[in-house]
């Protein structure tokens, strides 16, 4: 940062060269206009065009707005129970019946933005600012492993504090650590960031740095909504943010993450929005998609009043409806549902296709290591619903039937961008996953979980393994072997072993 | 010399860049072991794709990394090759491919 003070350092965040390279005829490609057609032209679809929409859906085919469109407009409870039915169907399709578990880890919370709805706002004189030093990184991560985790999201507030270099010190730091656990060793082996936008040149050094996912969320899509939620500093650029994933894949970070605040402006909307995001990245990097979807709902803030009163909040209801329709507008994306939402409703939106989700979450900053009140406002970005341990998680999930996945192989084996892609639009990295999940469940059992989440997690990996043999995509395929192969050497207390 | 060996070392002093390269050495050296061969540049625990396969059929069932001074590459293959795989000899030549592409 050298001498320049905060304000010259958040002037000099959007390179303007950065935004226009990509613009079509000065246009980007959040079209207004088409977005309110599509949404009008749509109100009352008919059932056959509805199940025809469900069928393309379900042969993994992304849909288009109009399509989209129909789907927002459903009415017909009968159709919305056979629409949520496809989602899981679809999921299931793709990424078989795992869910793959992470955890964030909040580094900074200073911030050159004032978002109304956020707790982070720099105006929020409230809230405890604080970054962390490499070493205090080094401890939340070790904390963090010895609850399990192997895959963490890493957030980051928009603050010369906070810049690339310093973000590419924090992963390396966290891929450092290494922590005894019951039969093997722990590490932190996928770092994803949430990271405010980022120049190319900036992108470069994440990705040297060994970045999984890149993830930032658009939060509306809607213009005049986004302008008045986001009045000063770098974010208050719609279009360097709209970019920014764009940037990444150009640094070479293929796997990129998108996601909308729900609550802002009309869910139907964002969704839109969403798709159209989805669409234009496909377009321009030969058919590479989100990696994620996020799709966090409008949450108390601490003295961010925008956050407790607007017009737009999304109820239970809606929440699921969004989620359905987005599962099944971007059948091949990853799809995940926060410790935002409580834990019910997290329960049944899972049902509904989503494919990540997070455990044993604390958002304030050093929460995990410190092991300060689980929810502290004046530390946090916002307030969790769902503050259960990764052990509860685990266990109920498995009592749902889904295995909790620690897999980070995909990005160890070159399978990230249009190398995953491929393998998910045809179905055959759920098979890798089903692999994987099975592996990384057998790790995290022997060496984390309580004799009650064991006794039902043994059911349940010898229902995977069980199904495993029966699949006749393995059956004869050199993979199996393998696969039992490694599994031994797992349950013998060997540990990273993937395919 | 073999002719393996020869052809090997030949595809450094070929044009392109390190992806062209790395395209043409996985396709060499599939032909020749007989397995698919994935190259990947390394950064921290990423593998990302440089040339191959693409692992789009099987797992890795073996994994090498070679270094160049300045970046670090891994070979994916699968099956594993056993002992036919020269990795002793192979490694310097990859070594010293990479690093043409990369002065």
Redesign the interface.
């Known amino acids: 940062m050298g001498k320049m003070s905060v304000k010259d350092w958040a002037d000099n965040v959007v390179k303007e060269e950065e935004i226009d390279r990509y613009l079509e005829n000065g246009k980007d490609f959040i079209d207004h206009d088409a977005i309110e057609r599509h949404l009008d032209n749509n109100k009352k679809p008919d059932k056959i065009k509805v199940r025809d929409i469900i069928q393309k859906s379900l042969s993994i085919e992304r849909l288009d707005p109009d399509e989209t469109a129909a789907l927002l407009h459903v009415e017909d409870p009968e159709l919305w129970q056979e629409m949520a039915a496809a989602g899981l169907e679809v999921k299931r399709k793709v990424y078989d019946n795992r869910i793959v578990i992470f955890a964030p880890l909040y580094c900074s919370n200073l911030c050159v933005n004032n978002c109304l709805y956020c707790g982070f706002r720099k105006d929020n004189t409230h809230e405890i600012r604080r970054v962390l030093t490499p070493d205090e990184v080094r401890m939340e991560a070790e904390s963090l492993v010895k609850m399990g985790h192997k895959r963490l999201i890493v957030v980051y507030g928009e603050h010369p504090s906070s810049d690339a270099d310093y973000m590419a010190e924090t992963?390396?730091a966290i891929?450092e650590v290494r922590e005894k656990t019951r039969k093997g060793t722990g590490t932190i082996?996928?770092?994803n960031i949430n990271a405010a936008p980022l120049s190319v040149d900036d992108f470069k050094k994440l990705?040297?740095?060994?970045?999984?996912t890149y993830q930032v969320f658009q939060e509306t899509y809607h213009r005049p909504t986004y302008k008045k939620m986001h009045p000063v500093g770098p974010k208050s650029d719609y279009r360097w943010r709209l970019y920014t994933h764009h940037r990444a894949m150009e640094a070479?970070i293929?796997d990129v993450a998108i996601g909308a605040l729900f609550g802002l402006y009309h869910w139907r909307y964002d969704v839109m929005g969403l798709l159209y995001h989805a669409m234009e990245l496909e377009k321009r990097f030969d058919g590479v998609g989100p990696h994620t979807v996020s799709f966090p709902r409008l949450m108390p803030a601490d003295n961010a009043p925008y956050s407790e009163h607007t017009d737009h909040l999304v109820s239970d209801e809606e929440f699921k409806k969004l989620v359905t329709v987005l599962r099944l507008s971007i059948p091949y994306t990853g799809m995940i549902v926060t410790a935002r939402e409580k834990p019910d409703l997290r329960k049944e939106v899972i049902k509904l296709g989503c494919t990540q989700t997070d455990a044993s979450t604390r958002i304030g900053l050093g929460a995990y290591s410190e092991q300060y009140d689980r929810q502290d406002k004046e530390r946090q970005q916002f307030v969790l619903g769902d503050t259960r341990e990764l052990d509860d998680v685990v266990r109920e999930l498995a009592q749902m039937g889904m295995i909790s996945s620690f897999c980070?192989a995909g990005?160890?084996?070159?399978?990230?961008?249009d190398?995953i892609m491929?393998?998910l639009k045809c179905g055959?990295e759920g098979k890798?996953c089903k692999?994987n999940a099975v592996l990384t469940f057998r790790e995290w059992l022997d060496d984390f979980s309580s004799p009650e989440t064991q006794k039902i997690g043994e059911e349940l990996i010898r229902k995977e393994i069980g199904e495993i043999r029966k699949d006749a995509f393995f059956r004869n395929n050199?993979?199996l072997k393998?696969f039992e192969e490694y599994y031994q050497r797992v349950s013998e207390g060997e540990r990273d072993l993937?395919? | 010399m073999t002719s393996f060996y020869k052809k090997l070392e030949g595809l450094s002093h070929g044009s392109g860049n390190e992806t062209d390269y790395a395209e043409k050495v996985a396709e060499l050296l599939s032909d020749e072991f007989g397995v698919s061969v994935?190259i990947?540049e390394i950064?921290?625990?990423?593998?990302?794709?440089?040339g191959g396969a693409?692992?789009?059929?099987?797992?890795?069932?073996r994994r090498e990394v070679f270094d160049t001074g300045s970046r670090c590459f891994g070979l994916?293959l699968y099956?594993d090759p056993g002992n036919s795989f020269p990795w002793d000899r192979l490694k310097p030549l990859l070594i010293k491919g990479f690093s043409s592409f990369l002065a």
């Open positions: 992963i390396k891929y082996r996928r770092v990705w040297k740095a060994g970045i999984g070479g293929d980070t990005y160890r084996c070159g399978r990230t961008g190398k491929g393998l055959t890798f692999l050199p993979l393998e993937f395919l | 994935t990947c950064f921290s625990k990423r593998w990302s794709f440089l693409g692992l789009s059929h099987a797992g890795a069932a994916l099956p």
